[in-house]
């Protein structure tokens, strides 16, 4: 098993990050590949997926770890996949997001074609650094929405 992990900061409070977490349906805003997300039963998830053209279901188990704003997932399918989200709060308007990913190189490789060892590792760091941009991108115009004020990118002046 290989593990990537990977962080950003959001101008946004924990609450509303952790809100955002919980929105599958919302998952094709922000995560690239998920094309469609809805939630089922508990604690499942039903991702449709699209890579290099080709398309997949992937059913998840997502578990939290409330107080502590953890959310950790694993695949129920075929490639086994499984991470966490940690929230932490830097002061009541930011947070940190913390996103810990486990995955087999191989089992990838065998399911979706593509690259292998570090053009492989490459290209889902950079999936991953993609991703949380566009979470952190969300959550931000959200909460600047709700706020009253126009959206503006914090980061970059």
């Keep these: 098993m290989t593990t990537l992990e990977e ?17 599958v349906h919302e998952y094709p805003q922000f995560v690239d590949g ?7 039963g508990r604690n499942l998830a039903h991702l449709g997926v699209q890579v290099g053209g080709s398309e997949w279901s992937v059913d998840t188990e997502i578990t939290d770890r ?9 695949t129920l399918d075929s490639v086994h996949l499984r991470g966490a989200f940690a929230l932490l709060p830097l002061d009541p308007r930011h947070t940190r997001l913390q996103i810990r990913v486990e995955y ?9 074609g593509g690259p292998r ?3 492989q590792a ?3 760091e950079r999936a991953v650094r993609d991703d949380l941009e566009h979470f952190r991108e969300l959550v931000e115009t959200r909460v600047s929405a709700a706020d009253g004020h126009p959206a503006t990118d914090p980061h970059h002046p």
């Excluded at 962080?7 to 929105?23: G, K, M, S, T």
């Excluded at 107080?67 to 694993?74: K, T």
């Excluded at 087999?104 to 065998?110: G, Q, Y």
Aim: net charge positive; aromatic share 8%.
């Design 117 to 119: 060892g570090f053009a």
């Design 34 to 40: 998920v094309r469609s997300a809805h939630s089922h």
């Design 66 to 74: 409330g107080r502590g704003r953890v959310m950790a997932w694993r």
């Design 7 to 23: 962080q950003i900061d959001i101008a946004a409070p924990v609450l509303a990050a952790w809100e955002q977490l919980h929105r």
């Design 122 to 124: 490459g290209a889902i």
């Design 104 to 112: 087999d190189p191989e089992a990838l490789h065998r399911e979706f």
